[in-house]
């Protein structure tokens, strides 16, 4: 995989709206096994410099998102231990270390949905906010239990649509509504299910904007908040504050007015105390210390 | 006025989402105003009985705000005054109160825009959310103070677009958010101001769905909300609770996805523990009592 061809590939996870951040790391460290095969080298030092380099901007890429910044971290340490290796060695070796760590990602979100539907029981109504993959594998095997779902719009780009459309589609009675009626809505709700984008070392839950304000209804109505992801999501204590990503203001669809300006950040802070119970693959946990 | 006529102006004033509570109070003031000179009656009865009903629907029409039934209600309690009248003589008094009425609440209006604009002071951020008369008032009459504001766009409708081109077009440096990005933009306000459908009796706040998380999350960061509306606005303690009105699902253009029901109502409660300050006709209140 040669530069233009790996630029380009970087623009799309840096780009894409769809995908979550365990999804998108799953991408990058496809990128970065793609890499370490292909990637045009004469010594292993000119590869594991390259490696580390796209490595590196591949986390850039999308600040917000910790299992990025984890997964290919942990696959960034595993270089270090190959630099005695030869060319071909680091290029299998680096390989394998990539589709490892995307079976252990994999492995980790299939256990934290488990452990999810567990916690969730039956015969509940849930509300939620934005489109979490977590999140919906989770409602979706908790289909056939008497449960229901509310969930918001979740603008600009209304990932809720697309929510409501696969609980409904599984049979799920779902009501949608605008991200202002979340106050409205979550009184009615017996348990507010959040993914995240990333947890803070604290717990606090960096998500889709609009999530703290769920948060905030639900702790003022006595509705436990519960985040469910993987830990690979948890940043560390040494990284930087999280930063929070701000998307094309078009987004908005807003009519372009002079001296008015459009901001479309896209990720917000839950403290952890609105937080009750944190769900990952090792159990349900009333702390994420 | 006669009850075709009547009945499509009551359908305006049902259907209308431009205008605030006080504005269709005196909207709804000149319909009885318009009614108590030329509905068809031949008796004082038949007509003092016409007025009552015509009033009632009225009230009926819009059930979340109060300056409505509030304003109509002492317009109604003047009518049972005149039973002794004349014909003729019912008709000017009860169009001569109507027109006093209509009035007083622009003079109450008045007054309490200058309380808030006294109460505001310069060199301030402010928030709001939804469209207000009154706070778009406030706000113009504080632009050249080096006033900032941070507007919502307020789905469905997004009036908030509506109250960004008139603040920017008065030189007010302006930024617009999703509502979903409330929560995140609160901290850097230093006041939340917002406008209000109506009171409750304790001084809770029933105004467009969102408001609440606002209140919420300005409480949470320390940032006081202030509401800003005359007394009119109170509901009684007899009244019945506040209705929230829902209105047309079609107002959010979801898709259309069978099993998914779109909701959409148009308001939410703020409790008033969560309000710092109320601003009327007579003065700015720590509590509303």
Chains 1, 2 share one sequence.
Request: glycine share 6%; proline share 4%.
């Amino acid at each position: 995989m040669d530069e233009p061809v790996f630029h380009n590939l970087l623009q799309t996870v840096q780009a894409d709206r769809s995908q979550g951040a365990s999804q998108l790391a799953r991408r990058s460290l496809q990128l970065m096994a793609q890499s370490a095969q292909r990637a045009p080298a004469d010594t292993t030092g000119e590869l594991l410099k390259l490696l580390v380099s796209r490595c590196d901007r591949l986390i850039a890429a999308r600040p917000s998102m910790a299992p990025i910044a984890n997964l290919l971290g942990e696959w960034k340490a595993g270089l270090t231990r190959l630099d005695m290796s030869s060319l071909p060695e680091i290029r299998t070796s680096a390989t394998d270390n990539a589709l490892m760590l995307i079976r252990q990602s994999e492995q980790a979100l299939q256990e934290t949905v488990e452990n999810a539907v567990a916690y969730i029981g039956s015969d509940k109504t849930l509300i939620t906010h934005s489109l979490s993959s977590t999140v919906l594998q989770v409602l979706l095997s908790v289909a056939k239990r008497n449960i229901r779902v509310i969930v918001s719009e979740s603008r600009p780009l209304n990932e809720g649509h697309q929510l409501a459309r696969r609980l409904a589609e599984a049979g799920i009675p779902t009501q949608l509504i605008t991200d202002a009626q979340l106050g409205l809505f979550v009184p009615k709700a017996g348990l507010a299910l959040l993914g995240a984008d990333s947890l803070l070392s604290d717990g606090s839950l960096v998500n889709k904007a609009g999530s703290y304000l769920l948060a905030l209804a639900a702790h003022d109505n006595g509705v436990p908040v519960c985040v469910c992801c993987e830990s690979f999501k948890r940043r560390k204590q040494t990284e930087e504050p999280a930063a929070l990503e701000e998307m094309d203001a078009a987004e908005l669809h807003a009519p372009s007015l002079s001296g008015v300006r459009v901001r479309n950040i896209y990720f917000d802070i839950t403290p952890a105390r609105l937080i009750d119970c944190w769900i990952d693959e090792r159990g349900v946990h009333a702390a994420c210390t």
